[in-house]
């Protein structure tokens, strides 16, 4: 079974800092937008806050400040700018915005963002600071393990190999604490047949959990009919010592 782990991730405090020439949803006598910003790791349950809500503005100054903790690498941070409205009215969309990592990691961010889906090309002020990650030093050139692990005769992974340290300038760091662990189950080659030869072949898929944490797990989707599977099936198990 070929395995990537990657061991990176970031705890991020976001300044949502302002709006310029945002599109007025309540033209008319009903005065300006109303805008907030909703900030967000799309996919990502618990990663998300929202500012509060500035009446009657195009040009709102919120200063609000949120936390995003455990974004990795491979995620996308989304400002999605919203006007509010009053039921049975739902709210309307004054534009997107989406970093990732290259763009704040590790020196963070502070600048305007052209919002798309805008129709006044509209920008947006963020900034944003890495609070810590659970890789700790400088000079880090390569983070996580990469290798084929032996399936056991009851179908569990056995580590065929020692995980890498982290290469720093002159030595070895290896992570501390808990960790986030993005999990790449990519292949398997040889598996048995337990469909028997009448019944076609296995129809395999793989469950990723730390034993003692029975709820830090995932599950790969099943592929049909196959002894030689490529998932490439991405997850994530908190909570690793």
Same mark, same amino acid.
């Given at each position: 079974?070929?395995?990537?782990?990657?061991?990176?991730?970031?705890?991020?405090?976001?300044?949502?800092?302002?709006?310029?020439?945002?599109?007025?949803?309540?033209?008319?006598?009903?005065?300006k937008s109303d805008p907030y910003v909703i900030?967000?790791?799309?996919?990502?349950?618990?990663?998300?806050?929202?500012?509060?809500?500035?009446?009657?503005?195009?040009?709102?100054?919120?200063?609000?400040?949120?936390?995003?903790?455990?974004?990795?690498?491979?995620?996308?941070?989304?400002?999605?700018?919203?006007?509010?409205?009053?039921?049975?009215?739902?709210?309307?969309?004054?534009?997107?915005?989406?970093?990732?990592?290259?763009?704040?990691?590790?020196?963070?961010?502070?600048? $305007?963002? &052209?919002?798309?889906?805008?129709?006044? @090309?509209?920008? %947006?002020? !963020?900034?944003?600071?890495? *609070?810590?990650?659970?890789?700790?030093?400088?000079?880090?050139?390569?983070?996580?393990?990469?290798?084929?692990?032996?399936?056991?005769? $009851?179908? &569990?992974?056995?580590?065929?190999?020692? @995980?890498?340290? %982290?290469? !720093?300038?002159?030595?070895? *760091?290896?992570?501390?604490g808990e960790q986030t662990l993005q999990v790449?189950?990519?292949?398997?080659?040889?598996?048995?047949?337990?469909?028997?030869?009448?019944?076609?072949?296995?129809?395999?898929?793989?469950?990723?959990?730390?034993?003692?944490?029975?709820?830090?797990?995932?599950?790969?989707?099943?592929?049909?009919?196959?002894?030689?599977?490529?998932?490439?099936?991405?997850?994530?198990?908190?909570?690793?010592?």
């Amino acid at each position: 079974l070929l395995c990537r782990v990657a061991m990176a991730s970031a705890k991020l405090q976001i300044t949502v800092v302002s709006a310029h020439n945002l599109y007025n949803a309540d033209s008319g006598f009903a005065g300006k937008s109303d805008p907030y910003v909703i900030v967000e790791v799309p996919g990502q349950e618990g990663m998300k806050f929202q500012t509060n809500v500035i009446n009657n503005s195009l040009n709102p100054v919120w200063n609000f400040t949120g936390t995003i903790d455990g974004f990795m690498d491979g995620d996308v941070l989304q400002f999605t700018v919203m006007d509010k409205d009053c039921w049975p009215k739902s709210d309307d969309l004054l534009g997107r915005a989406a970093l990732t990592a290259q763009d704040f990691y590790p020196e963070g961010f502070h600048s $305007e963002i &052209q919002l798309s889906e805008s129709k006044t @090309q509209a920008t %947006l002020t !963020v900034m944003i600071v890495v *609070l810590g990650s659970t890789i700790e030093g400088e000079g880090m050139e390569e983070v996580g393990m990469e290798g084929q692990m032996q399936v056991g005769m $009851e179908g &569990q992974m056995q580590v065929g190999y020692e @995980q890498p340290g %982290l290469a !720093v300038e002159g030595g070895m *760091l290896m992570a501390s604490g808990e960790q986030t662990l993005q999990v790449n189950v990519m292949n398997a080659r040889g598996l048995y047949n337990a469909d028997g030869f009448l019944a076609g072949k296995s129809d395999p898929y793989c469950i990723c959990l730390i034993p003692e944490k029975p709820k830090h797990k995932f599950q790969t989707p099943v592929i049909n009919n196959c002894l030689d599977p490529d998932w490439d099936h991405t997850g994530r198990i908190e909570g690793f010592q």
